[in-house]
DNA sequence: AAATTTTGGTTTATATTGTAAACTTGTTTA
DNA sequence: TAAACAAGTTTACAATATAAACCAAAATTT
């Protein structure tokens, strides 16, 4: 049948960020907005909210004397997101 | 980068509705109900989004005396639905 | 045949979300 | 030193998803 979606990643935003955290190391805050294209204000939201969920960590601190955010996908964001694909995979193959 | 995902269907149940249409000819209310494990209310409300947005098409009539009615993809739909399912893949294979 | 249950839905209400606007704190530049 | 910019956070609002309540007709039970 049709496996139930993690309403985490079931969000155009949070998954931007997950795809994105879950190919490369680190990233920071500046460049996931720039990548997603999101406002400061969508994005700082979300990020709590994977954060929140254990799915990424946020590490805070400078660049020169600029603050910087820095952003993981942890190991059970890296499973969550996973599976998320997979769930969704069988809704495209017109999962009858 | 990323796409933007069309709202209409950047929802679990109704993919799940476009799923199950894509794949058939016809599909009434109450195998949709089956399929899906949705409540009635919102399968009714779902299905009017989707036929407000000309993804599909609603005919009711009546099956001997009870009434009955049944839903099919329309053109618009399917092209929306792979346009979705092409887009979402871009968010998979870590879009950096 | 009257009462009850079931079928096949729709409408309405509520709780949750997503999103942008407004704000904050500090830094750089004119 | 005043204005503009950087990097976010907080708050407020609009849109969504969902279930609960409702409804009419048909079928079933008593």
Do not use: W
């Amino acid at each position: 049948m049709f496996p139930k979606l993690d309403p985490l990643l079931h969000s155009e935003l949070r998954l931007a960020v997950m795809s994105i955290l879950a190919g490369v190391d680190e990233a920071d805050f500046t460049y996931l907005k720039a990548q997603t294209g999101a406002t400061s204000g969508n994005l700082s939201v979300q990020i709590d909210k994977l954060t929140g969920a254990g799915y990424i960590t946020v590490e805070k601190g400078f660049k020169g004397k600029m603050p910087r955010t820095t952003c993981r996908i942890t190991p059970l964001g890296q499973k969550a997101f996973s599976e998320y694909v997979e769930a969704l995979k069988t809704y495209f193959t017109s999962g009858v």
